[in-house]
């Protein structure tokens, strides 16, 4: 008997769940640097196999939504009211960040990611691994099948406010300053340029 595709990709998803809820705990409890990818296989009770078939790396069990991180932000694009502008919808998108990160919530993970200058390194970055899906995201909605240098450029800018905002002392803040700073790159170049 076969089982449903639905219920194996159920059962898929609640193994990857375990294995990352089970690194988070033990990671908080004791510290990244001193849990091993044994540990944490061990405790969501999974073969080290079954820990790397769900997770590339030691860091990626630390930022398992990676990808759901990158569906959100580019549905900032494509999902967009109208009238709100590309600079505009990726601003609130970003000031949804901020906010999360200032949660109290987030705290003790941002804490872990800053202890450890492996969690660091990957979390500066993660982000800029979307750079492909958001300038295809935005040249999309320019109506052109490629993204030029500009939208690349653009979208690397975008991607950056990440971590610079959450190491500033006020993220929404410096959300809002470096969107000023590189929203009329957008108005005078690609807006402009890019919809001939």
């Known amino acids: 008997m076969t089982e449903e595709p639905g219920r194996r990709e159920r059962k ?4 990857r769940r375990a294995i990352a809820d089970a690194a988070l705990r033990l990671f908080l409890e004791r510290g990244y640097d001193a849990v091993g990818i044994r540990d944490v296989a061990a405790e969501a009770d999974v073969a080290i196999t079954t820990l790397f078939a769900h997770f590339p790396s030691k860091e990626a069990l630390v930022f398992d939504e990676n990808q759901k991180r990158e569906d959100r932000l580019i549905r900032a694009v494509t999902d967009r009211a109208p009238g709100t502008s590309i600079p505009q919808a990726l601003r609130d998108h970003l000031h949804l ?4 990160i200032a949660g109290s919530g987030s705290v003790a993970f941002w804490q872990l990611v800053d202890g450890s200058p492996a ?7 993660m982000w800029l691994r979307h750079e ?11 109506g052109r099948p490629e993204p030029s240098t500009a939208v690349r450029a653009f979208a690397r800018f975008v991607l950056d406010v990440h971590s610079l905002a959450r190491a500033a002392p006020d993220p929404t803040a410096a959300v809002d300053e470096i969107f000023d700073l590189i929203t009329p790159g957008w108005d005078t170049v690609i807006d402009r340029k890019e919809r001939r």
């Not at 898929?12 to 193994?15: G, Q, R, V």
């Open 119 to 125: 969690l660091r390194e990957y979390a500066a970055t």
């Open 12 to 15: 898929k998803a609640a193994t």
């Open 132 to 142: 492909d899906a958001l300038a295809a995201a935005i040249a999309a909605d320019l």
């Open 97 to 100: 960040l901020a906010r999360e």
